[in-house]
C-alpha cells in the first residue's frame, strides 16, 4: 500500500512540475533550474554509489554465500553497471537524450520567449526522458523488492529531487514548441507515467529473483551515474559556471550522504557499508 501510495506521490509531483511553466510564464530562470539539477545530480551519484551498488552485491552475497557464486562472477554484476552506463550512452548518440536543460537554456537564450519549430526533436526529447524516468523507476522498484524500507525511500528521494526539476524543463520546452495545449499535457503525463509504472512492474517481476535482482540494481547505478555525469559536464566546461556547477554537485552528494548517515544511526538501513 505504501508503496503503491509513493508510485502516486511520484506522478502527482511529475504532472504539477511538468505543468508548472505552462502557466508561470519563465518566473523561475534558467541559472536557477540548472543549480537544483547540479545539487539533484549530486544526490543521484551518491545514491548509486552509497547505496544502489553495495545492495547489489549485499543481495547476490547473501543468497550465494558459501557457494563460490559470487566470488567467481564478481565481473559479472560489476559489468551491469557498465551496461546500465553504456545503455543511456547510446540512447544519447541515437538522439533519444535526456539532456533538455541545456536545449531549453540555450533557446531561452538565443530566442527569448519564441516558439520552436522542430518536432523530430520535440520527439526524441519527450521519449528520451520517459526511458530515462522508465530508468529511474526500475531503481525504485529494484530497491523495493530487496525489503529494505530504509534504502527504498532513500533511492526515492534521489530520483524526485531530480525528477521534479527534469519535468519542469520538459514543460518549458514544450512551452516553446508550436503543438497544442492537449498534446503537451499528453507529453508530460506520458513522461509522469514511466516511472511509477516501471516501479510497479520491476517491484512484480524481480520480487524473489535474487539474481535478477542484483544485476537489475547494478543496471540502475549504472544509468544513475551516466545521467549525474552528463547533467553536469556542460556547466563545468563552462569557465562561468564550473565551479559553482561542482560545488553543487557536492553539495547534492554530502547531503545525501549525512542523510544516510542519519538512516543508518536510527537503525532503519542495515546492510549497506
Known amino acids: 500500500m505504501r508503496f503503491a501510495l509513493l508510485a502516486i506521490g511520484i506522478f502527482v509531483l511529475s504532472m504539477a512540475a511538468g505543468v508548472a511553466p505552462l502557466y508561470m510564464h519563465g518566473r523561475i530562470k534558467a541559472a536557477t533550474m540548472q543549480r537544483i539539477t547540479g545539487v539533484s545530480s549530486g544526490l543521484l551519484l551518491a545514491s548509486a554509489l552509497l547505496i544502489i551498488v553495495p545492495e547489489g552485491f549485499h543481495v547476490i552475497e547473501q543468497v550465494e554465500e558459501g557457494s563460490g557464486w559470487f566470488t567467481d562472477r564478481t565481473q559479472f554484476l560489476v559489468a551491469m553497471i557498465l551496461v546500465g552506463f553504456i545503455a543511456m550512452l547510446v540512447l544519447e548518440g541515437l538522439g533519444v537524450g535526456h539532456s533538455i536543460h541545456e536545449e531549453h537554456h540555450d533557446h531561452s537564450e538565443e530566442h527569448g520567449h519564441g516558439h520552436l519549430h522542430h518536432p523530430e526533436s520535440t520527439a526524441a526529447i519527450g521519449i528520451g526522458l520517459t526511458v530515462h524516468a522508465a530508468a529511474d523507476g526500475l531503481a525504485i522498484g529494484s530497491s523495493s523488492a530487496s525489503d529494505e524500507v530504509g534504502l527504498t525511500a532513500l533511492v526515492a528521494l534521489a530520483v524526485i529531487l531530480h525528477k521534479a526539476p527534469a519535468a519542469f524543463s520538459?514543460?518549458?520546452?514544450?512551452?516553446?514548441?508550436?503543438?497544442?495545449?492537449?498534446?503537451?499535457?499528453?507529453?508530460?503525463?506520458?513522461?509522469?507515467?514511466?516511472t511509477p509504472v516501471f516501479m510497479l512492474v520491476s517491484r512484480a517481476v524481480l520480487g524473489g529473483a535474487d539474481a535478477l535482482l542484483a544485476g537489475s540494481l547494478l543496471f540502475s547505478a549504472g544509468t544513475f551515474l551516466y545521467v549525474a555525469t552528463v547533467d553536469t559536464l556542460p556547466r563545468l566546461h563552462s569557465p562561468e559556471s564550473g565551479r559553482s556547477a561542482a560545488a553543487d554537485v557536492i553539495v547534492g552528494a554530502m547531503t545525501f550522504a549525512g542523510i544516510l548517515l542519519l538512516f543508518e544511526s536510527f537503525g532503519w538501513i542495515e546492510h549497506v557499508h
Open 170 to 194: 520538459l514543460g518549458a520546452f514544450l512551452s516553446h514548441t508550436p503543438q497544442n495545449r492537449s498534446r503537451t499535457l499528453r507529453n508530460i503525463g506520458l513522461f509522469a507515467l514511466a
